[in-house]
Nanobody, 124 residues
Framework: QVQLVESGGGLVQAGGSLRLSCAGS????????IGWYRQAPGKERELVAT???????NYADSVKGRFTVSRDDAKNTVYLQMNSLKPEDTAVYYC??????????????????WGQGTQVTVSS
């Protein structure tokens, strides 16, 4: 199994910056795509940014040019640098990983894992 733990959320004024981190642990063999989703009150969960293990990156149009996603495979960690934050960025941010695990002598491929979420609040 894989556990994902986010950190770095908080309250910031519009125009400010935050950096989110998500550390994976457990029976990780390989993390494939890893990244961030967010869910604002009353809205569907939406993709923010993802990065594959081939470093292919995908951003939501609403965050392009302001957010940067990166990963450190040695630490099984993904980061989200958020600059020029806007009140509409307020949401719970969730880390997501698609990964392969090894335990009990067997490989398990393509599991989907979620963190518990971290609150980001941007005041105007």
């Amino acid at each position: 199994q894989v556990q994902l733990v986010e950190s770095g959320g908080g309250l910031v004024q519009a125009g400010g910056s935050l950096r989110l981190s998500c550390a994976g642990s457990g029976n990780i063999f390989r993390l494939n795509a890893i990244g961030w989703y967010r869910q604002a009150p009353g809205k569907e969960r939406e993709l923010v940014a993802t990065i594959t293990n081939g470093d292919s990156i995908n951003y939501a149009d609403s965050v392009k040019g302001r957010f940067t996603v990166s990963r450190d495979d040695a630490k099984n960690t993904v980061y989200l640098q958020m600059n020029s934050l806007k009140p509409e960025d307020t949401a719970v941010y969730y880390c997501h990983a698609n990964g392969d695990t090894f335990y009990g002598g067997s490989y398990y491929y393509g599991g989907d894992y979620w963190g518990q979420g971290t609150q980001v609040t941007v005041s105007s």
